[in-house]
C-alpha cells in the first residue's frame, strides 16, 4: 500500500493527493535548461527541486519516468516572438557556431547535475534539435483542426480558439492587449498568439534550420516540449515542473497545443518551485555576471551543501541567497558529515518513529525544511542508540540526496580551498605511482598546518 503523496497543483491552486495515471508509476517532465550559458545557481534551484520530486516518488516505491528538456534551439531573450534567439546570442558571444555552443553547454549542465548528486542516468534528457520532425508532426495535426495559421514570419497558434487559454495563469488577455507594445508582428490575430515554426529571414541563412512544409525555419520554443513531453510520456501524464516565470506563456501555450492537438487531457499536476533571488532580485542567466555552481566550488564550498541549504526552504517560497546564509549550510551540512564519519557503522536499525516523521514532512507537498529539521532531531535524540540513528539518518540521506553515506574524514575538516586542490593532485600523482610527487605534496599541505594519513579509505586529513 502506498502512502499518501500530497502536492500543491497550480492548475487548481489547492494541495491535491497525488494519484498516478498507472498505478504505481509517475511520469514527470520538467523543462530543461537552454543551453546558451552556463547554468545560474538559480536555475539549479528547479533541478535539485525536481531531483527531490524524484526521489519522494522512489522512496515510496513509484516507478518513476522523468525527463528533462534540454532547449538547444528557438527560445528567444524574451519568452516570447520577439528579441533574438539566445543560442545565436551564445555563439556570437564566443564566436562559436550554435552547435559547438549547445555541445559545451550541455555538458557543462551534466557535470552541474552530478555534482548537485543528480543521477544522470535515471533521467531522460531528449534534445530540441534531435526531435524536429515531432514538432513538425505537432505543428501539422494542430493546422488540419483549424488552430494555427501562417503569417509573414512563421505560423502562429490562434489562441482565441482555445476558449480555456486564459484559465491556467488565471491571464488578464484585455489588460494584456491594452497594456502591450505596438507589437512587432502585426499579422498576429490575437496578443497571446505564439510562434509554432519562425521563417529564417529572407536575407540570411541561420545557423540552425530545417526544411518544413511552411517553408525553411526553426520551431517555437514552447513546441518542443509539448512534442517530447508526448513522445516520451504519453498525451496524458501526471507531472509537469518548471520555475513560476514559466506559468503565464510557457506553460500556458504548452498546454493549449497539447490539448488542441490530441483532445485529450494533458497534465494532472502542474508544480512550480519558485525562485532563489538574491539581493537585486531574481537571479537570472541573462545578467552578465551570475554565480554558477563553478564559482562556488571554487571557493571552497561542497556542492551537497548547496543542495542541502536549497532543501533548507520550501519549494514553494521565495529563498534569498547570500554567501553568509551558504556559509550557515555549508557548517551545518559539515556537522553532519563530521557526525557521520564518527558514527559510521553497519549495526544499527532505522527508526520507524523519525522515518514516519519524516515521511510525513516529505509528503506534505515535499516539505523538505521539515525533513532536514527532523535530521537534527534524529541527532540530538537520546532515547535511540548512534547506531539506530546512523541508519535512519542514511534513509533520510538518500531520499534528500545528501550524499551522507560517502562522508570521509577529509570532507568534514574545514579546509580551505588550496589544501584541496593539493589533495586532489595527491590523489592523481599517486593513481599515477608517482610517489615523488606524492610525498612533496604532504609536504606542501603538511606547511598549510594539515597532515595526510593513507588508508585504504583514501586520504585522512586533521588539521595539526
Ligand atoms: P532556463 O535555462 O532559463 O530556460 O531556465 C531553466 C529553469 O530554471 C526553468 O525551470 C526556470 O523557471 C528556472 N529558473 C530560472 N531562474 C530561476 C531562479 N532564479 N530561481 C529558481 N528557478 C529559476
Ligand atoms: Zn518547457
Keep these: 500500500m ?16 497525488f494519484k498516478p495515471i498507472k498505478e504505481g508509476e509517475v511520469s514527470i517532465y520538467s523543462c530543461g535548461p537552454t543551453v546558451y550559458h552556463f547554468a545560474q545557481i538559480g536555475n539549479l534551484r528547479a533541478y535539485v527541486f525536481a531531483d527531490t ?3 519522494m516518488f522512489v522512496s515510496a516505491h513509484y516507478n518513476v519516468k522523468h525527463v528533462i528538456n534540454i532547449t538547444d534551439v528557438g527560445h528567444n531573450t524574451d519568452d516570447g516572438d520577439n528579441g533574438e534567439d539566445k543560442m545565436e546570442k551564445g555563439s556570437r558571444r564566443e564566436g562559436k557556431s550554435v552547435w ?17 548528486n543528480i543521477p544522470i542516468k535515471d533521467y531522460i534528457f531528449p534534445r530540441a534539435t534531435d526531435h524536429i520532425p515531432e514538432q513538425i508532426e505537432l505543428i501539422r495535426s494542430l493546422e488540419k483542426k483549424g488552430y494555427a495559421y501562417v503569417t509573414n514570419d512563421g505560423v502562429y497558434f490562434d489562441t482565441a480558439k482555445f476558449k480555456k487559454y486564459a484559465d491556467f495563469a488565471h491571464l488578464d488577455v484585455e489588460g494584456l492587449r491594452s497594456g502591450a507594445r505596438v507589437e512587432e508582428n502585426t499579422e498576429k490575430r490575437n496578443i497571446t498568439d505564439f510562434a509554432l515554426w519562425k521563417f529564417s529571414p529572407k536575407d540570411e541563412k541561420r545557423q540552425m534550420e530545417w526544411e518544413s512544409p511552411w517553408g525553411i525555419g526553426f520551431p517555437g ?9 508526448m513522445k516520451y510520456l504519453g498525451h496524458h501524464f501526471d507531472i509537469h515542473t518548471g520555475g513560476i516565470d514559466h506559468i503565464p506563456v510557457h506553460h500556458t501555450n504548452e498546454i493549449a497545443q497539447s490539448v488542441c492537438a490530441t483532445g485529450e487531457k494533458f497534465v494532472n499536476y502542474w508544480v512550480h518551485n519558485n525562485f532563489l533571488i538574491d539581493a537585486v532580485g531574481k537571479m537570472a542567466k541573462s545578467s552578465d555576471d551570475f554565480l554558477t555552481l563553478s564559482t562556488l566550488i571554487e571557493k571552497g564550498y561542497d556542492p551537497i551543501a548547496y543542495r542541502y541549504f536549497l532543501l533548507t526552504a520550501h519549494y514553494r517560497k521565495e529563498l534569498s541567497f547570500s554567501f553568509e546564509a551558504l556559509d550557515a549550510s555549508n557548517v551545518a551540512y559539515k556537522k553532519l558529515v563530521f557526525w557521520c564519519v564518527e558514527h559510521k557503522t553497519e549495526e544499527g536499525s532505522i527508526s520507524k518513529h523519525y522515518k514516519n516523521l519524516f515521511k510525513e514532512s516529505l509528503y506534505d507537498d515535499l516539505g523538505t525544511p521539515a525533513c532536514v529539521a527532523q535530521i537534527w532531531n534524529l541527532i540530538k535524540d537520546e532515547s535511540l542508540s548512534d547506531n539506530d540513528k546512523y541508519t535512519t539518518l542514511m534513509y533520510m540521506s538518500a531520499v534528500l540526496g545528501l550524499n551522507l553515506h560517502l562522508a570521509e574524514k577529509e570532507k568534514a575538516v574545514d579546509m580551505p580551498h588550496n589544501v584541496k586542490e593539493l589533495l586532489n593532485h595527491r590523489k592523481k600523482s599517486r593513481e599515477e605511482k608517482n610517489w615523488e610527487e606524492s610525498d612533496k605534496l604532504r609536504d606542501e599541505i603538511l606547511n598549510l598546518g594539515f597532515s595526510v594519513k593513507d588508508t585504504e579509505n583514501g586520504q585522512e586529513v586533521s588539521k595539526i
Design 2 to 17: 502506498l502512502s499518501e503523496i500530497r502536492l500543491y497543483n497550480t492548475k487548481t491552486k489547492n494541495i491535491e493527493e
Design 53 to 55: 520530486l524524484r526521489r
Design 100 to 116: 559547438d555552443i549547445a555541445k559545451l553547454y550541455t555538458d557543462a549542465y551534466f557535470k552541474d547535475l552530478i555534482a548537485l
Design 221 to 229: 520554443w514552447h513546441i518542443e516540449c509539448s512534442a517530447m513531453s
